[in-house]
């Protein structure tokens, strides 16, 4: 990596006057200006945001970024507007402004994260993959960062994460006690929250003797379109699908009503979340609920001891709520 000092040779100057010309503390000729920033570009040197500090070794911006998914995935899903809003407030009571950064463009994002380029103090990561590139920028840059989900086993960064494996334990046990089979309808092999619910549904399964691999439905993009697919194939009586999200489960209330069966009473739908969708659940939808407020809060606190050296290396996991309504068949006590 290039250093100032580089640059100083380069330019034939003193590191002080290449210092200056970045921070613009001091006034230099414009012949010296010219010369540092050619230098600059030749070297391929990225000024750093923190120049103007180098000299006290204060480098502290009071900025935090939340890198977020790709815009498409982030309209599906009304609770990143809970989060971020909770996030903001919590960092504005500790005295930080927040920088949102949105994964469209992953290569501009991992430029951003490159030494120098952006003037945050540490970024809170969604929704990591299982080989996160935005977290490989992060590790060789020596970011200060928290994750909302869990990442992948190498990567040591503290996280906070829904307890997805608990969670679809839960669901699990619930539906095979009130059905003959259960389906779990799952996302992207790639992310970590999906492995987790696969080894929760995959452990009950065998515990109760019971083979899941032609119940385990994974990859899917998570659409009405195949919602209706796969109930048409798999709905019949006393059968129970877990959905990952509520757009599988409405088009698998489709096929349900297409097949003149029940929902609930010949069909459980159970889906793990809930998007904002303009879809009227009838009869009510069953599904988790999750407090993103808390997990928005909770993780800029996190991030926050961090950077001040105030904590340690943790986890949290949060725990959802079971929402249990006429989509599936009561519990029995």
């Given at each position: 990596?290039?250093?100032?000092?580089?640059?100083?040779?380069?330019?034939?100057?003193?590191?002080?006057?290449?210092?200056?010309?970045?921070?613009?503390?001091?006034?230099?000729?414009?012949?010296?200006?010219?010369?540092?920033?050619?230098?600059?570009?030749?070297?391929?040197?990225?000024?750093?945001?923190?120049?103007?500090?180098?000299?006290?070794?204060?480098?502290?911006?009071?900025?935090?970024?939340?890198?977020?998914?790709?815009?498409?995935?982030?309209?599906?899903?009304?609770?990143?507007?809970?989060?971020?809003?909770?996030?903001?407030?919590?960092?504005?009571?500790?005295?930080?402004?927040?920088?949102?950064?949105?994964?469209?463009?992953?290569?501009?994002?991992?430029?951003?994260?490159?030494?120098?380029?952006?003037?945050?103090?540490?970024?809170?990561?969604?929704?990591?993959?299982?080989?996160?590139?935005?977290?490989?920028?992060?590790?060789?840059?020596?970011?200060?960062?928290?994750?909302?989900?869990?990442?992948?086993?190498?990567?040591?960064?503290?996280?906070?994460?829904?307890?997805?494996?608990?969670?679809?334990?839960?669901?699990?046990?619930?539906?095979?006690?009130?059905?003959?089979?259960?389906?779990?309808?799952?996302?992207?092999?790639?992310?970590?929250?999906?492995?987790?619910?696969?080894?929760?549904?995959?452990?009950?399964?065998?515990?109760?003797?019971?083979?899941?691999?032609?119940?385990?439905?994974?990859?899917?993009?998570?659409?009405?379109?195949?919602?209706?697919?796969?109930?048409?194939?798999?709905?019949?009586?006393?059968?129970?699908?877990?959905?990952?999200?509520?757009?599988?489960?409405?088009?698998?209330?489709k096929a349900i009503n297409k097949k003149k069966l029940?929902?609930?009473?010949?069909?459980?739908?159970?889906?793990?979340?809930?998007?904002?969708?303009?879809?009227?659940?009838?009869?009510?939808?069953?599904?988790?609920?999750?407090?993103?407020?808390?997990?928005?809060?909770?993780?800029?606190?996190?991030?926050?001891?961090?950077?001040?050296?105030?904590?340690?290396?943790?986890?949290?996991?949060?725990?959802?709520?079971?929402r249990i309504h006429s989509s599936i068949r009561k519990?029995?006590?």
């Amino acid at each position: 990596m290039t250093k100032i000092i580089d640059v100083a040779k380069q330019a034939g100057v003193a590191k002080s006057t290449v210092s200056n010309v970045l921070s613009g503390k001091k006034l230099v000729s414009d012949e010296l200006k010219e010369r540092v920033l050619k230098a600059c570009k030749e070297l391929d040197y990225v000024p750093n945001f923190y120049a103007s500090s180098l000299s006290t070794g204060k480098h502290k911006s009071n900025i935090i970024a939340i890198l977020l998914e790709k815009k498409e995935h982030m309209e599906d899903h009304n609770f990143y507007g809970e989060l971020v809003i909770s996030a903001l407030s919590k960092a504005s009571k500790k005295g930080y402004s927040i920088l949102l950064l949105s994964n469209d463009n992953e290569n501009d994002l991992i430029n951003n994260l490159r030494f120098g380029k952006a003037p945050i103090d540490g970024a809170i990561l969604l929704a990591p993959n299982i080989d996160d590139s935005r977290l490989s920028e992060i590790q060789n840059n020596s970011i200060e960062c928290v994750i909302i989900g869990r990442p992948s086993k190498n990567i040591r960064y503290d996280y906070i994460d829904v307890d997805n494996y608990n969670l679809t334990r839960e669901v699990t046990e619930l539906l095979l006690n009130n059905y003959d089979k259960v389906y779990l309808l799952n996302a992207d092999s790639k992310l970590t929250i999906v492995q987790d619910r696969k080894d929760g549904f995959f452990d009950v399964c065998n515990e109760k003797h019971i083979d899941p691999s032609d119940k385990y439905i994974t990859d899917l993009e998570g659409t009405i379109e195949e919602g209706y697919k796969l109930g048409i194939e798999k709905a019949e009586k006393n059968v129970a699908f877990i959905t990952c999200n509520s757009f599988l489960a409405a088009g698998l209330y489709k096929a349900i009503n297409k097949k003149k069966l029940k929902v609930g009473e010949d069909v459980g739908v159970f889906a793990l979340g809930k998007s904002q969708t303009d879809y009227i659940f009838t009869p009510k939808l069953s599904y988790a609920k999750q407090d993103y407020k808390l997990i928005g809060s909770k993780a800029v606190e996190m991030l926050i001891n961090q950077i001040e050296s105030k904590d340690v290396m943790h986890c949290v996991l949060i725990k959802s709520k079971l929402r249990i309504h006429s989509s599936i068949r009561k519990p029995n006590k």
